[in-house]
């Protein structure tokens, strides 16, 4: 309900940047401060078993594997100065069922690591593994391997040097790995895939602070969406991936691209800044964020942007299913992507128009929920949660519209922001939604609260909206929503405006309502309802005929009523 605390937030990460920013790591003396900001990548604690083959106890892994034996790569003859390749010493360490460990050191890399076999481990204690001289693609391969473990490394990728780790693999932990040094235009920092239905990868405390260049969402051949992306899972991608405790920034094609895959993504406890395209992007039903945080802020992004491509658009989240691709290829996902208990911030963009929203749910979406989540938006004329209408992009090769419902469900969110015009909230076809308890102060010039677009049977109960325009609008083409409840209330929510002086009483002809209502089909359902009832409803009776291309904005600044009466505030707008 409205004014009720909020949930207690594990915000671990708000001094993430700045104070770990002076540690030094282990073995990497004189690092460019800039190439190593952020925390340190810690040392993990392992058995002190002795040299050669020995039993191994008490590996934290989640897919929890057996391994046979440990041994130290630098008796097979790896040099931990940096001074030759270690890739025939490493070679000759691997074997199925054994954990290799690199002491502290500086490991020099002349070749992609490639493991095949199952149950193989990589753990470093301070350990760094430098990429060669002008290398790209990938750095480390598992090939479909089962019960792959990386962990306690910083990969150097100072100079010309970028790559990435490519996971394909039925089971595998990754854990305490940082990146150093900016990556490259195009490519990935993880390429991922948990191939079998019932198997967990994990990718925990992982740390891209310079993933690449945010402005730069071509290769460098001029090639539109092929900039670098944090982490991507495709379509072979079936079980579960969990990110957890991780922060990935700057990247020119989204932080996670995490959407187009038929499997599930959980991103927990992790901080995303400055990503093109947006920080994460999830699919549906299994999908979730959840304690994050997300800050676009531009100002804070070096070299200070000058210009940008046509694809730069820094938006926070993004939730949609698949995208031009074919049945076979991706079967319709079950709805219901979730977004909780996370902060997201616009503070400062680069230019205009280049930041559609901060959450957007796009057209390939099914549904959404966000609760308890607080987003905050400096940015004019740029809404908080954009729902975007199903089918103005293809959805698939076969059908253009996504199947529904098509809701979006807002519980305990609150707004805020210097935002002037737009409007905090924006549904567009998006019936059945839900907006429980929210609180939006957005008082900017201008600024809308929640604008309903062609949209039937949308619920609004308690919460407190203030806004510099109107609180609510009702855009309505009669022709879509004709004979159904447009909005009902339960719980009649706080409505204020700063800017709206000229709102009248007895508003919603040719809309009509001040009659009771129900909401027919449950919570969310997206039915159409009629007769007597509470919640109140305002229906779209049909009174009217517009012109082609025309249609009615009701701006409401106020809603009263008792019983099964319902009194609306504002003014019709016509578009």
């Not at 600024?447 to 407190?464: A, E, F, K, P, W």
Request: glycine letters at 16%; proline letters at 6%.
């Amino acid at each position: 309900m409205a004014g009720s605390p909020r949930p207690s937030r594990r915000w671990f990460l708000r001094s993430l940047g700045a104070a770990a920013s002076s540690v030094g790591l282990a073995g990497c003396s004189g690092l460019d401060p800039l190439d190593d900001a952020g925390s340190s990548t810690p040392s993990p604690t392992l058995p002190t078993d002795r040299p050669g083959r020995t039993a191994t106890r008490d590996v934290p892994t989640d897919f929890a594997p057996e391994f046979d034996a440990t041994v130290d790569v630098t008796d097979y003859g790896a040099d931990p100065t940096g001074g030759s390749p270690i890739d025939d010493a490493l070679a000759r360490a691997i074997e199925p069922g054994t954990l290799v460990r690199f002491p502290a050191g500086t490991y020099q890399l002349g070749r992609t690591i490639e493991l095949t076999d199952d149950r193989v481990g990589l753990v470093g204690e301070g350990a760094r593994l430098v990429l060669p001289e002008g290398h790209s693609g990938r750095f480390l391969f598992a090939r479909g391997a089962a019960g792959v473990l990386f962990r306690g490394f910083t990969v150097d990728m100072r100079g010309d040097r970028t790559g990435h780790a490519q996971l394909d693999s039925s089971g595998f932990h990754v854990e305490d790995v940082r990146y150093l040094g900016r990556g490259g235009l195009t490519g990935y920092a993880f390429s991922v895939a948990v191939t079998d239905p019932d198997g967990r990868g994990v990718l925990r405390r992982v740390r891209v602070p310079r993933g690449g260049y945010i402005d730069r969402y071509d290769d460098a051949a001029g090639e539109a969406g092929n900039g670098r992306i944090g982490v991507w899972a495709g379509i072979d991608h079936v079980g579960t991936l969990r990110v957890e405790n991780c922060d990935f920034r700057e990247f020119g094609n989204n932080g996670l691209y995490t959407s187009r895959c038929p499997g599930n993504v959980q991103v927990v406890d992790s901080y995303f800044e400055n990503n093109n395209v947006c920080s994460i992007r999830i699919s549906g039903k299994g999908s979730y964020a959840e304690n994050c945080e997300v800050l676009v802020d531009h100002s804070r992004y070096e070299p200070r942007l000058t210009s940008t491509e046509s694809g730069f658009n820094t938006r926070g989240i993004i939730v949609e299913q698949g995208k031009g691709m074919t049945a076979d290829e991706f079967p319709a996902k079950p709805a219901g992507a979730e977004i909780r208990n996370c902060r997201v911030r616009a503070l400062q963009v680069h230019g205009e128009g280049n930041i559609q929203s901060v959450v957007e749910q796009g057209p390939q979406a099914r549904t959404l929920t966000i609760r308890d989540t607080e987003i905050r938006v400096d940015v004019d004329g740029v809404p908080a949660v954009r729902r975007g209408r199903p089918g103005a992009i293809r959805w698939r090769t076969d059908r253009r519209t996504v199947p529904g419902p098509h809701w979006t469900r807002l519980e305990n969110v609150t707004i805020t922001g210097s935002a002037t015009g737009g409007s905090a909230v924006f549904l567009d076809r998006a019936s059945g939604s839900e907006i429980r308890d929210c609180t939006i102060e957005q008082p900017g010039e201008d600024r809308d609260g929640i604008v309903v677009r062609n949209s039937g049977d949308v619920l609004l109960t308690g919460g407190r909206i203030r806004t510099g325009a109107f609180p609510l609008a009702l855009r309505v083409d009669p022709t879509s929503v004709r004979g159904r409840c447009i909005l009902s209330v339960d719980e009649v929510p706080t409505l204020e405006t700063v800017g709206v002086t000229d709102a009248r009483v007895g508003i919603i002809s040719p809309l009509s309502g001040t009659g009771g209502g129900s909401r027919s089909g449950g919570s969310g359902s997206g039915g159409s309802g009629s007769g007597s009832g509470s919640p109140r409803c305002v229906w779209a009776d049909g009174a009217f005929t517009p012109t082609e291309g025309d249609g009615v904005d009701v701006g409401i600044v106020g809603i009263s009523g008792t019983g099964g009466g319902l009194q609306l505030r504002g003014r019709i707008r016509v578009e």
